[in-house]
């Protein structure tokens, strides 16, 4: 069944390591997006690519880098972990080009803890 | 570029009632509206979408309307269960435009009472 994983679900981790939050989708889709999602509930967005070799940086500024090597997997890193770092981290794809379906398909997130 | 504002942040109604969430955005040029729920420990769902050449759009309980003039759609949910209780977001883009395709509102935490 085509879907969109992100792994791992929870990660408790210690000040200054380095982290790789890992996002991989099946359904070919050319499109992917980083979402930081805070407490209060909205999502930022953070970082996101139009395909391979394609990234950019979203309206929030985030310490956080990506890559997108391969069209189904779009890893998210923090070279040096901080307390405020700590959120909700939301991976989505969506498809493009006309006829398509436009909604974006989310994955269930990774809830990152900066201690 | 885009803004989109939703209101309210939090929303309570007794099961069986209806809940409405409304939402604002900026951009004229802004042509498809989705809305998406979010249950406690999920991503966001897609549960139903509307572009700018409709005005309304059913789905069993749920309906989106969209006023293009005012530059505002809404959310309808109908004889509210507690299964609908979740965050809702709204979102707005051109369809057609950059991979940035999404602005997100802020969110509306329903909570259906039994």
């Known amino acids: 069944e085509a879907d969109i994983y992100q792994t791992p679900r929870y990660l408790v981790i210690g000040t200054g390591k380095k982290i790789t939050l890992e996002c991989s989708q099946t359904?070919?889709?050319?499109?992917m997006y980083w979402y930081q999602q805070d407490p209060g509930m909205e999502l930022h967005l953070i970082h996101y690519?139009?395909?391979?070799?394609?990234?950019e940086k979203g309206d929030l500024s985030s310490e956080s880098t990506v890559s997108r090597i391969r069209t189904e997997h779009f890893p998210l890193t923090l070279e040096s972990a901080r307390p405020s770092h700590t959120s909700q981290y939301l991976c989505a794809s969506s498809e493009s080009g006309v006829g398509t379906n436009y909604g974006y398909t989310f994955g269930s997130g990774t809830r990152l803890t900066v201690v | 570029g885009e803004n989109v504002e939703q209101h309210p942040s939090t929303l309570s109604v007794q099961e069986g009632d209806s809940a409405v969430i409304k939402c604002t955005y900026s951009d004229s040029a802004s042509n498809y509206f989705p809305w998406y729920k979010q249950e406690l420990g999920k991503g966001p769902q897609l549960i139903i979408d509307i572009r700018s050449n409709v005005g309304e759009k059913k789905d069993q309980r749920i309906a989106v309307t969209l006023n293009k003039t005012a530059k505002h759609f809404s959310l309808h949910i109908t004889e509210t269960q507690p299964e609908d209780s979740a965050v809702y977001f709204c979102a707005a883009s051109m369809l057609g435009g950059s991979a940035r395709q999404l602005t997100f509102g802020s969110g509306t935490q329903l909570t259906v009472l039994p």
């Open positions: 690519s139009y395909g391979v070799n394609s990234t």
């Open positions: 359904m070919g889709h050319d499109k």
